[in-house]
């Protein structure tokens, strides 16, 4: 998208949905501060959950990835 378009999407994101944007940021990071530390091991999910399972995986193998290589430019 340019032009005319893109400035018409920001002015109406900037006047209309970036203060939701914040909010919602706001709550995700309230609510995550004030869960206990083994919340995930209480977690009860249900078939439909399966996608936040396998995102979990890939998220934890990519953070492990990363952890590695940076592992092994610091060790040579």
């Given at each position: 998208?340019?032009?005319?378009?893109?400035?018409?999407?920001?002015?109406?994101y900037?006047?209309?949905?970036?203060?939701?944007?914040?909010?919602?940021?706001?709550?995700?990071?309230?609510?995550?501060?004030?869960?206990?530390?083994?919340?995930?091991?209480?977690?009860?999910?249900?078939?439909?959950?399966?996608?936040?399972?396998?995102?979990?995986?890939?998220?934890?193998?990519?953070?492990?990835?990363?952890?590695?290589?940076?592992?092994?430019?610091?060790?040579?």
């Amino acid at each position: 998208v340019s032009g005319l378009a893109r400035e018409s999407w920001r002015f109406l994101y900037r006047a209309e949905l970036e203060q939701n944007h914040w909010n919602v940021l706001e709550q995700d990071r309230v609510m995550l501060e004030g869960m206990p530390d083994d919340a995930r091991r209480r977690e009860m999910l249900y078939q439909h959950d399966l996608g936040v399972s396998r995102i979990r995986q890939i998220l934890t193998r990519m953070a492990k990835g990363q952890i590695e290589a940076e592992t092994r430019i610091a060790a040579e």
